[in-house]
């Protein structure tokens, strides 16, 4: 999976098809969005599930997998959309299920549109469907198109609105209420007579006192400075059920389906699909095996006029940590908050062949290079004097906010570099660099250890082994992500089954996998692992070679580290191959980012036909370390004496700032420069398999000191409070990890450490 294009501020899967926001809400303390998905391919062929993104604050998404899958009679072609209600300590889920049956046109023969009904405690497990609705519920004049059930709670009253289709082509929205999320009954149609033929994604929301119905218009023939696009995104002003004054939210070329939710302090955001449905231009992202994102979150309002404003979230401020004034012509590196104040009647900004002019009341979007734009061409509109404009420029995508969100223009672009050229005329611009120093990236092996069906045995009398995906790097970057950060993993993979269980583990634990490269010139390399009377850990690896071995500098990407808060590595693959210039490349670019850097030897003596070879590799790396993590095994060998306080002379080399000395069942240390140790006794517990118990311990403490805010520098400095507190905190995760067979699958989440050891 390519990191090329890969967006930063954006959700988008790794692989598949995105498109339809669905289900947006708050429950938890997390915000939830779902999404149309087809995770099978990217271009969008197949049966619609709902894929799933999670977020604390509106800016880092972690992706959590499918949600809901057509796996009912009822949606048995197709999970289609819907919306979500966070009520009291579930969340109502409302979908249409699709059923299509064949020999039928499909719009007014054949077709079932079946409202469903689920709930979820957490927003990952689902109930039951319940169908809520059927073909018989709908008005008589009704097609087959009935869909997209947008549901909201007030007053005690339950209402449902639903996108229609006539039989004779007139595009409205059915209004259903009721006492409770499984009894609705039909109250009314909206209609607007002549604007067009279907109504997808209505969303029923009243802003500053008045009343509107989002929609999505199809059908509307293409004017000069308006439905540009085939299917159009706007809103109508409500008066009753009579809808009036339609307006375009999104004028570009890639905006569909928005959906609307309330944050817990009360504004009103708004998350479209930055792609269309039958296009003229291209997306080349298909061939990395992913297509399409959403858009930013948004908020609304409204003005003095009733106009629905948009504007990117506040929390978006919160990631500007650069600030360069532009004038005439220079790159930048993306993602970028470009602001701009018009001081004539016209003018222009262009970036990497993107030019937003305006001449007088008219703005024009223009792709002059098409090798940006693949098939896009302009868009124009008519905004009067341009008083300024805002651009997120995202490494793919570009959403422009015009008068304070009066008009938006939202389009894809794939520049050929992440630096971009800006050229600007007529505007004074601020370009703020955006980023947040917060993802922990490990490099080194990704594979598969095969845990043994008894433990106590040899490797001789072990029945069968089970598959689950390890290598410490690995690990470490899945304990990380467990709990709730975010990280990134560097290495290779064979284009092979194993590679593909890997890839979907790693997911799963909220793992980046798009830095991984897959090849067809090596397998997947495998670890059979046995526990033996004496409790000692026996390995038997598959790795000559394997397909990390073969991940070379060439692979490094320096935006790889855009955000990279600290990387972590091991000596496993530091051997004589491509991915030991890997490594270096690695850290000489994590240590220009500023970011801290983590070694743990991990050794595995049984991989080095020469153990000098290995010793020195050790030696060259531990003073690239910032925290150097070692346990009792490895004391002696790396150090040529088994007694710690004549260790520490050794393994304070370099950049060290921090050993941690971990014992097993014994405790662990962490120990500074001037030899100040920190004791934790480790956490009396029944071990099942202790298997990534080192990787999940180093994975979590560095997670602990990240929430406390430690950067490199801060190593020098750092309390004794808080080492003891990260020490305490890693025996418990390691406590709680060690009780479950394999690795990433054993490691606890936040909230499993806090129910178990609340005080």
């Known amino acids: 999976m390519s990191f090329k294009w890969k967006q930063y501020l954006h959700m988008e899967p790794v692989r598949g098809w995105m498109n339809d926001p669905n289900g947006l809400v708050f429950h938890n303390g997390l ?37 809901i899958k057509p796996d009912h009679i009822s949606d048995s072609t197709g999970a289609f959309s819907g919306s979500a209600v966070s009520y009291k300590d579930k969340i109502y889920y409302f ?52 869909r997209d059930p947008k549901v909201s709670f007030a007053d005690g009253i339950w209402r449902m609105v639903l996108g229609a289709r006539t039989k004779d082509d007139e595009g409205m929205a059915l209004v259903y209420e009721g006492p409770d999320p499984c009894n609705f009954r039909f109250k009314e149609a909206i209609t607007c007579p002549g604007m067009g033929y279907m109504w997808e994604c209505p969303d029923l929301v009243d802003l500053g006192g008045r009343s509107y119905l989002l929609a999505c218009v199809q059908g509307m023939e293409a004017e000069e400075y308006k439905y540009q696009n085939q299917n159009s995104s706007g809103y109508f002003r409500l008066v009753g059920n009579k809808a009036s004054s339609y307006e375009e939210l999104d004028f570009g070329f890639d905006f569909y389906a928005p959906q609307t939710f309330a944050a817990p302090d009360g504004r009103r955001i708004i998350i479209g699909w930055m792609g269309q449905g039958t296009t003229e231009y291209t997306n080349p992202t298909i061939e990395m095996g992913r297509q399409h994102c959403l858009s930013i979150p948004r908020e609304i309002e409204t003005d003095a006029e009733g106009f629905i404003l948009q504007n990117p979230i506040r929390e978006i401020d919160s990631l500007r940590c650069s600030l360069k004034a532009i004038e005439g012509e220079s790159w ?19 970036i990497s062949g993107v ?31 341009v008083k300024d404009i805002r651009i997120i420029a995202d490494r793919s995508s570009l959403e422009v906010f015009i008068n304070s969100g009066r008009y938006v223009l939202s389009t894809r672009f794939y520049p050929a570099f992440p630096e971009v050229r800006i050229e600007t005329s007529g505007l004074e611009v601020d370009a703020y660099r955006l980023m947040n120093k917060d993802t922990l990236v490990a490099i080194g092996e990704a594979l598969i250890d095969f845990i043994p069906d008894r433990s106590g045995v040899s490797f001789e009398e072990v029945g069968s082994f089970s598959p689950r995906t390890g290598g410490a790097p690995a690990n470490v970057c899945g304990a990380f992500s467990v709990l709730g950060g975010s990280s990134r993993i560097l290495t290779g993979l064979g284009a092979d089954p194993f590679g593909r269980l890997i890839t979907d583990d790693l997911i799963k634990a909220g793992v980046d996998t798009s830095a991984i490269e897959y090849t067809d010139k090596a397998n997947t390399a495998l670890a059979f692992v046995t526990l033996g009377r004496n409790g000692e850990r026996e390995f038997s690896f598959y790795r000559k070679p394997s397909a990390d071995m073969l991940y070379g500098a060439e692979n490094i990407r320096r935006e790889f580290f855009d955000d990279c808060w600290a990387l972590h ?6 051997g004589d191959f491509p ?11 994590a240590r220009k980012e500023g970011a801290l850097i983590s070694f743990d030897p991990n050794l595995r003596f049984m991989l080095w036909d020469d153990l000098d070879k290995l010793k020195a590799a050790v030696a060259c790396f531990i003073p690239e370390a910032d925290i150097l993590k070692i346990s009792d095994e490895e004391l002696e060998f790396i150090t040529g004496t088994s007694d710690l306080d004549e260790a520490l002379g050794v393994l304070f080399t370099g950049n060290v700032k921090l050993v941690i000395y971990t014992m097993g069942s014994k405790g662990c240390y962490a120990i500074d420069k001037d030899g100040n140790k920190i004791y934790v006794p480790s956490v009396k517990t029944q071990a099942v398999d202790t298997t990534g118990a080192g990787d999940g311990f180093i994975g979590s403490l560095l997670y602990y000191l990240k929430s406390k805010g430690i950067k490199r520098d801060d190593l020098e400095y750092i309390s004794e409070d808080i080492l003891e507190e990260a020490l305490v905190f890693a025996s418990r995760f390691s406590s709680i990890s060690i009780r479950t067979e394999g690795a990433i699958q054993s490691y606890p989440t936040m909230e499993q450490i806090n129910k178990e050891f609340t005080t």
């Open 332 to 350: 930048h590196r993306l993602p970028l908050d470009i602001v701009c104040r018009a001081d004539t009647k016209e003018g222009y900004i262009s």
């Open 31 to 67: 915000y939830h969005v779902y999404f149309q998905y087809t995770p099978g391919n990217a271009t969008g062929e197949g049966l619609r599930s709902w894929g799933h993104f999670v977020s604390p604050d509106l800016l880092k998404w972690r992706f959590v997998g499918e949600f």
């Open 569 to 574: 590595f091991c000596s496993v693959s530091l």
């Open 579 to 589: 991915m030991r210039d890997a490594h270096r490349v690695a850290i000489a670019l």
């Open 355 to 385: 030019k937003i002019s305006f001449d007088g009341d008219v703005l024009k979007m223009e792709f002059a290079d098409q090798t940006e734009g693949f098939g896009r061409t302009y868009r124009k509109i008519k905004t009067g004097i």
């Open 95 to 146: 979908y249409t299920g699709n059923v299509e049956h064949e020999g039928f046109d499909l719009v007014l023969e054949g077709r079932e549109a079946n409202q469903i009904f689920v709930t979820s405690d957490d927003g990952t497990c689902s109930s039951d469907k319940t169908v809520l609705l059927t073909n018989s519920d709908y008005p008589d004049y009704c097609s087959c198109h009935v």
